[in-house]
């Protein structure tokens, strides 16, 4: 990727949802990353990848931004609800903490109450909803 302002800063926002098989839900919350309410499209964001798992009816949405647009992911938390975001990587101040580490504190990959912790960005995780999204800059 390459771009024509020098120091230009991403994030990369994996946004895991709890649907796949109504395909029209999860564009819908695709669309909300690209454009603000009033339908003007955002600059400097866009949707890199959509891949939902029909089987387990789950999906991941893939979203780069600017640096800047990290309050994107506040806006996202509206769209869809039970969101909580963990911040990692250069998004993560001052602890900086890998996607590795912050997996780990949180006990991403276990199955513990996620209640008690408490998001970047977003709602408290319930069980039904987990774990839901992570930014992280580039």
């Not at 939902?52 to 806006?75: C, F, M, P, Q, W």
């Not at 580490?101 to 408290?124: A, M, V």
Request: hydrophobic share 40%; glycine share 6%.
């Amino acid at each position: 990727m390459s771009s024509s302002r020098l120091g230009l800063r991403l994030a990369a926002c994996l946004l895991n949802i709890s649907e796949a098989r109504r395909k029209n839900v999860v564009e819908k919350i695709a669309k909300a990353a690209l454009f603000e309410e009033n339908g003007k499209e955002y600059s400097q964001v866009t949707v890199l990848n959509i891949f939902s798992d029909h089987n387990y009816n789950r999906s991941v949405i893939t979203i780069a931004a600017t640096i800047e647009k990290l309050g994107l992911a506040e806006k996202l938390t509206v769209h869809v609800p039970g969101c909580s975001v963990f911040l990692f990587g250069e998004a993560d101040q001052p602890e900086k903490r890998s996607l590795v580490q912050r997996r780990k504190q949180l006990g991403w990959f276990s199955r513990r109450e996620f209640s008690s912790l408490k998001p970047d960005i977003g709602t408290t995780p319930n069980k039904r909803c987990g774990l839901t999204a992570c930014f992280r800059a580039l």
